[in-house]
């Protein structure tokens, strides 16, 4: 078999040879074999259809928990990847994520993951991780909001500790501009363009005065009765927690709305309008706005792909019995 001369000078012996290819499968092996969408279907075979009855229940008594537990999903997997960690209270040992500042007083869902797992540890006790259950209430909230489904592939395990300082350096904040956010998502692995589709997301649920105070009252890229009316509830001093809808069109409805804004100056956070302010990513806001079906397309497939953010797997990590501490 012809080689090139240079590999062969590496490794020069055949016995060296094999140990490199078993040491090549080794590594692919734990790159691919990591998730699986049937890892329960035998040890657990009714998760699905419990957590997904839970879920709308959640969304129906209150339709921003769908929106909630979405985020909820993403600052999991941007943050050390899908690993739970996000669910851990403070210990002696580390502070965890809560009191980061993109999620303190602003990420929810919590008692509704609770929920969940305490039904499904009757069910199936010790087999389904929190990180698990977390990424199937995020599809089943976008579909109960109206959205697309897509397949969550499974096995994760939970993290046995989490990083306030991860959460405060890794999750993108609402300042952003464009190429500070396409930068923030890259680390991630993520293209632009899926960028763009991951913040389809802003489709649905609300956001705190802070988050688009500055935006409401001094960015002029802003809709100008657009900016007007959401001053009536957010002031330029106080009421930091006084909601507004990101899409003030239709706010529990997944759909490409979101894109329609943007392209009419309505987008809520500066971070949103900077997807459409003359930059490189205008295109794929004019495609997602105008048609929806690729929209929800590519933003099934990113949401796959964000789920599969290095998932602990194998006999890493732990299945936790509650979400919020370590077993
Ligand atoms: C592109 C960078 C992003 C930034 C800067 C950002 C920022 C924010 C901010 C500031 C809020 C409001 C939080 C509050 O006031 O409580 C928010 C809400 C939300 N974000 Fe993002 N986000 C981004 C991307 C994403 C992604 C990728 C997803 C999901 C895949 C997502 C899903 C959501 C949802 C669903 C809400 C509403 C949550 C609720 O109503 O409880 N965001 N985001
Ligand atoms: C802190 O870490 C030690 C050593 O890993 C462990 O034995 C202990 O249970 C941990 N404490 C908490 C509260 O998690
Ligand atoms: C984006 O923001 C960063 C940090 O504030 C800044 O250094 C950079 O120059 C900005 N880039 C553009 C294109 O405005
Ligand atoms: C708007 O900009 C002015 C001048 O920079 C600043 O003093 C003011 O605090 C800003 N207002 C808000 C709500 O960000």
């Known amino acids: ?50 957590i997904k009855t839970e879920v709308d229940t959640a969304v129906n008594n209150e339709a921003r928990m769908g929106a909630s537990l979405l985020r909820l999903h993403f600052h999991d997997c941007f943050v050390q990847g899908c690993d739970a960690s996000i669910l851990l209270d ?18 929810r869902g919590f008692d509704v993951i609770d929920t969940i797992k305490s039904k499904v540890e009757s069910l199936c006790p010790g087999v389904v991780s929190c990180a698990d259950i977390v990424a ?20 994760r395990r939970d993290s046995t500790d989490a990083s306030l300082s991860l959460a405060n350096s890794d999750l993108p904040a609402f300042s952003l501009n464009l190429s500070d956010l396409i930068t923030a998502f890259s680390n991630k692995g993520f293209t632009a363009k899926e960028m763009v589709a991951l913040s ?19 960015e002029t890229n802003i809709d100008s009765t657009f900016a007007t009316s959401l ?55 004019n495609g997602y706005s105008s048609d929806s079906a690729s929209f929800l397309t590519d ?16 006999s890493n990590g732990q299945i936790r019995t509650d979400c919020k501490k370590v077993n």
């Open 136 to 155: 199937v209430a995020a599809r089943d909230s976008v579909v109960a909001l109206g959205g697309t489904s897509w397949t969550v592939q499974l096995g």
């Open 200 to 218: 389809g997301s802003h489709t649905i649920g609300q956001a705190g005065c802070i988050t688009f105070r500055t935006r409401i009252y001094n």
């Open 231 to 285: 001053q009536a509830n957010c002031p330029s001093t106080g009421g930091d927690t006084n909601l507004s809808p990101i899409d003030t069109t239709s706010q529990n409805s997944f759909d490409n709305a979101y894109y329609k804004n943007l392209q009419s100056q309505k987008g809520l956070f500066h971070s949103d309008q900077e997807l459409f302010n003359g930059g490189s990513t205008d295109s794929d806001v």
């Open 90 to 107: 403070d210990t002696s040992n580390f502070t965890g994520e809560k009191t980061a500042l993109p999620n303190a007083n602003s990420v």
């Open 1 to 50: 078999m012809a080689e090139p001369s240079s590999f062969s000078m590496t490794f020069p012996s055949l016995k060296l040879r094999f140990y490199f290819f078993i040491f090549l499968c080794f590594n692919i092996g734990i790159v691919s074999a990591q998730l699986s969408s049937d890892f329960y279907s035998t040890t657990c075979p009714n998760v699905l259809s419990t």
């Open 299 to 314: 933003f099934a497939n990113a949401m796959v792909k964000m789920g599969n953010l290095s998932p602990l797997t194998g």
